[in-house]
């Protein structure tokens, strides 16, 4: 006999169906049903977070760390409204998240009532899709469709807004979970059209000078194993985005580094003479493409992604294949198979040699110091915590970070093993991201090392979550690159602006944030030089703390910049490489 | 160029605002929108004109399919089909001018739907160049209110457009 439930009941009952760990959310009025449906059940455990969008960061840090859909509760009017930064950041770098807000009672929706806000109208142009609950019954469904959105085809943020009225206890309707769901309008592509995949593995054997450019979609699409597979099989380099670090291993010798406004010089040079490029599960975001106009003028372009609507959207695909980019990758990899098969000389190795001896030589005259000491009295230079972090973390943290120069620092300097382990906000750029990302990991993966790279500008963007951090014992390694500035901000300021620092600076009114995380119940240590900078890295990672939240608090230098940085409106081998020196239409070599 | 996108929607609260905010957020116009329940009453039928070259048109074309409830996409104006619009015009008819108005709508097929001693209210349909060229027509008639239906289009031939 089908059991008779409320809403609220059923809410509660479909989340534990769906296999849901966490729920992270704040009560409210509108949502006081459901809280009371969660008070009496202990197979999903309820997250208290201090603000409603942590909560959604939480959820997406979680969901970008497993592949495993996040889920939110939070209430109506400001509760949903805080939320929206957080479905915002999971739509632009395609996260699967779901919200479920409360909303006023239906008989009270449009008419100015106490914490009303309309929601679904609110989040519309950053979910993949929203519900509104009409009556109790279309629960169970709806939430199994919700999370069939979020987790198929491009992932992305789905809301369930759910009006008090039909989580009534009183009102009970028969629940039965749905196995499956099939919509009419809604049937993501899996499989790549097969004389595509053939059509890429032809060009790619007889390419000369390629690049494989790959982006969030390979993470996403749990795609690195095959990706790592086939570099190496065709001996070619490699780079990836910001959002598809880890795609191949950060320390495999295909590996050119990232690409894009703050790349490498190796990896802009490259892709800017390359013959082919096959782009995968990437989207040619003006941060890597510069001016699309003289983008790669002399590439052929295949471009591998889940969502039709990014193909030929910036840059004309001369080879589009629609498809899971790890099923294409299994399809192109046995097409490759087939190309050597009959065309053993392929690819051309003394032209693939000649244009990896030109890499190497962009690689030697302006690529990245990866072996920074770490002793001295001088003065920390920010890429020196990062260094640090890496040789102390061996490569084994999960790294979240906010954003600013220290995310684009951690970009070039940790070298990811693997995908699913770099978690930033690429897409939004959502500063207050790092400390609930790292918080939504750790609680997916409670024994492992997770470190949250921030700056001191973003971390006081969602510092409250210290809170949080403490009632759950969350032991994350907060590092934060001082630099006493919004230094990203001011590092425009400075290249553009004519130095004129117009509000990011504050450093007379900085917290001591030693102080202020003991005062949260946590540890802190701050470091001026990079000799103690190193040693207070061991200590943190140390096994006397690994049970305690570390704040880092290491000050650096507040006029360093990221280097390289994009000429803006040039192409991709337009660059800044230090304060002085550019590369500008001229080639190096 | 102009185009005719006809888009087979599911007919649920909160479906059109899906498609009117896509075209608003990625900067698409519309030039005319038409909407209503087909024989299917669970689908809605959403004629939409907007200006595009075949690339623009492709985005768009892309992104309404990305919508969840968007079932079909077509493009009507990329091959042969019927297109209508319906108006309602207002004009001032009063003395001479009186029967000018009543042989200009004769000439262009329209009917005089509503009449009173001094105007007359003219229903006319058409592709919406016939409706233009009516309304230039009148001339130096006083024009007091129109008001048009949008464009609704079909394919021609065999052609069905259905979930």
């Given at each position: 006999m089908t059991e008779m439930l409320s809403g609220a009941e059923m809410l509660v009952r479909a989340l534990q169906d769906e296999g849901v760990e966490y729920l992270f959310g704040y009560p409210g009025g509108a949502a006081l049903h459901i809280y009371?449906?969660?008070?009496?059940?202990?197979?999903?455990?309820?997250?208290?977070?201090?603000?409603?969008?942590?909560?959604?960061?939480?959820?997406?840090?979680?969901?970008?760390?497993?592949?495993?859909p996040g889920v939110?509760?939070?209430?109506?009017?400001?509760?949903?409204?805080?939320?929206?930064?957080?479905?915002?950041?999971?739509?632009?770098?395609?996260?699967?998240?779901?919200?479920?807000?409360?909303?006023?009672?239906?008989?009270?929706?449009?008419?100015?009532?106490?914490?009303?806000?309309?929601?679904?109208?609110?989040?519309?142009?950053?979910?993949?899709?929203?519900?509104?609950?009409?009556?109790?019954?279309?629960?169970?469904?709806?939430?199994?469709?919700?999370?069939?959105?979020?987790?198929?085809?491009?992932?992305?943020?789905?809301?369930?807004?759910?009006?008090?009225?039909?989580?009534?206890?009183d009102v009970t309707a028969p629940y039965l979970y749905p196995a499956s769901?099939?919509?009419?309008?809604?049937?993501?592509?899996?499989?790549?059209?097969?004389?595509?995949?053939?059509?890429?593995?032809?060009?790619?054997?007889?390419?000369?000078?390629?690049?494989?450019?790959?982006?969030?979609?390979?993470?996403?699409g749990d795609a690195w194993k095959v990706l790592?597979?086939?570099?190496?099989?065709?001996?070619?380099?490699?780079?990836?985005?910001?959002?598809?670090?880890?795609?191949?291993?950060?320390?495999?010798?295909?590996?050119?580094?990232?690409?894009?406004?703050?790349?490498?010089?190796?990896?802009?040079?490259?892709?800017?003479?390359?013959?082919?490029?096959?782009?995968?599960?990437?989207?040619?975001?003006?941060?890597v493409t510069n001016n699309p106009a003289t983008f790669c003028p002399d590439a052929t372009i295949i471009h591998i992604d889940v969502d039709p609507a990014s193909i030929s959207k910036i840059i004309a695909a001369d080879i589009p294949i629609v498809g899971h980019v790890r099923s294409v990758l299994d399809g192109l990899e046995r097409a490759l198979d087939a190309e050597f098969a009959r065309a053993p000389e392929l690819p051309d190795e003394k032209a693939v040699a000649a244009w990896w001896n030109r890499i190497r030589k962009w690689r030697a005259a302006y690529g990245l110091d990866h072996d920074l000491s770490l002793d001295g009295?001088?003065?920390?230079?920010?890429?020196?915590?990062?260094?640090?972090?890496?040789?102390?973390?061996?490569?084994?943290?999960?790294?979240?970070?906010?954003?600013?120069?220290?995310?684009?620092f951690a970009a070039q300097y940790y070298r990811f093993p693997e995908g699913r382990r770099w978690i930033n906000s690429g897409g939004l750029g959502t500063m207050g991201f790092g400390l609930p990302a790292a918080m939504g990991v750790q609680f997916a993966y409670p024994k492992a090392t997770v470190a949250c790279v921030t700056g001191e500008g973003s971390f006081m963007m969602n510092m409250q979550e210290l809170s949080t951090c403490l009632q759950y014992g969350l032991p994350i390694k907060i590092v934060c690159v001082n630099n006493q500035a919004l230094g990203m901000v001011k590092q425009w300021q400075d290249m553009q602006y004519g130095g004129r620092l117009s509000q990011s600076t504050y450093s007379d009114s900085l917290p001591d944030f030693k102080t202020l995380v003991e005062a949260f119940g946590h540890v802190g240590f701050r470091v001026e030089t990079p000799g103690d900078l190193h040693e207070a890295m061991r200590e943190t990672f140390s096994p006397a703390l690994k049970d305690k939240l570390v704040f880092l608090d290491a000050w650096v230098?507040?006029?360093?910049?990221?280097?390289p940085m994009a000429i803006k409106g040039g192409s991709m081998r337009d660059m800044y490489l230090d304060k002085i020196t550019t590369s500008q239409q001229g080639d190096y070599m | 160029?102009?185009?005719?996108?006809?888009?087979?929607?599911?007919?649920?609260?909160?479906?059109?605002?899906?498609?009117?905010?896509?075209?608003?957020?990625?900067?698409?116009?519309?030039?005319?929108?038409?909407?209503?329940?087909?024989?299917?009453?669970?689908?809605?039928?959403?004629?939409?004109?907007?200006?595009?070259?075949?690339?623009?048109?492709?985005?768009i074309t892309k992104h309404l399919h990305r919508l969840i409830e968007v079932v079909k996409v077509q493009d009507l104006s990329e091959a042969d089909h019927v297109e209508r619009e319906l108006m309602f015009i207002k004009?001032?008819?009063?003395?001479?001018?009186?029967?000018?108005?009543?042989?200009?709508?004769?000439?262009?097929?329209?009917?005089?739907?509503?009449?009173?001693?001094?105007?007359?209210?003219?229903?006319?349909?058409?592709?919406?160049?016939?409706?233009?060229?009516?309304?230039?027509?009148?001339?130096?008639?006083?024009?007091?209110?129109?008001?048009?239906?949008?464009?609704?289009?079909?394919?021609?031939?065999?052609?069905?457009l259905s979930a």
């Open positions: 009371d449906a969660l008070f009496k059940q202990q197979r999903v455990e309820h997250i208290l977070v201090r603000h409603e969008q942590a909560a959604t960061h939480m959820a997406d840090g979680y969901a970008r760390a497993t592949g495993k939110v509760l939070v209430t109506s009017g400001p509760g949903a409204t805080n939320a929206v930064t957080g479905l915002a950041t999971a739509y632009m770098d395609s996260t699967p998240i779901v919200v479920i807000s409360g909303q006023v009672p239906t008989n009270q929706i449009g008419t100015d009532a106490f914490q009303e806000t309309d929601m679904i109208g609110v989040s519309r142009p950053v979910v993949k899709h929203s519900f509104l609950v009409k009556d109790c019954a279309e629960i169970p469904e709806t939430v199994k469709k919700a999370f069939h959105i979020a987790t198929t085809g491009r992932p992305g943020p789905v809301v369930i807004d759910v009006p008090k009225d039909t989580t009534d206890p769901v099939s919509m009419r309008s809604y049937k993501p592509a899996v499989k790549g059209n097969a004389r595509q995949i053939r059509k890429a593995a032809a060009a790619l054997v007889k390419a000369r000078r390629p690049v494989i450019y790959t982006g969030g979609g390979v993470i996403q790592t597979r086939i570099v190496r099989r065709l001996g070619f380099p490699v780079t990836n985005t910001l959002m598809g670090l880890g795609g191949v291993p950060g320390d495999d010798e295909r590996f050119i580094g990232m690409l894009g406004m703050h790349g490498t010089y190796e990896a802009n040079m490259a892709m800017h003479h390359a013959d082919l490029i096959m782009a995968v599960g990437a989207r040619f975001d003006d941060r009295n001088g003065i920390v230079l920010p890429q020196q915590v990062i260094q640090s972090l890496y040789r102390v973390t061996g490569g084994d943290a999960y790294v979240t970070s906010d954003v600013g120069q220290h995310q684009m230098d507040p006029d360093e910049h990221v280097y | 160029m102009r185009r005719i996108l006809a888009v087979l929607l599911e007919n649920e609260a909160g479906a059109l605002s899906r498609v009117i905010g896509l075209f608003a957020q990625r900067n698409y116009n519309i030039e005319t929108l038409t909407v209503a329940p087909t024989e299917d009453a669970t689908l809605s039928r959403v004629t939409i004109v907007t200006e595009g070259g075949d690339e623009k048109i492709e985005q004009v001032r008819a009063e003395g001479a001018g009186r029967a000018e108005v009543k042989r200009t709508s004769d000439i262009f097929r329209g009917q005089i739907v509503d009449v009173t001693s001094d105007a007359y209210t003219v229903q006319l349909t058409g592709a919406s160049d016939k409706l233009d060229a009516f309304v230039r027509a009148l001339g130096k008639a006083t024009v007091l209110e129109v008001v048009r239906s949008g464009v609704s289009g079909i394919s021609r031939g065999d052609k069905v």
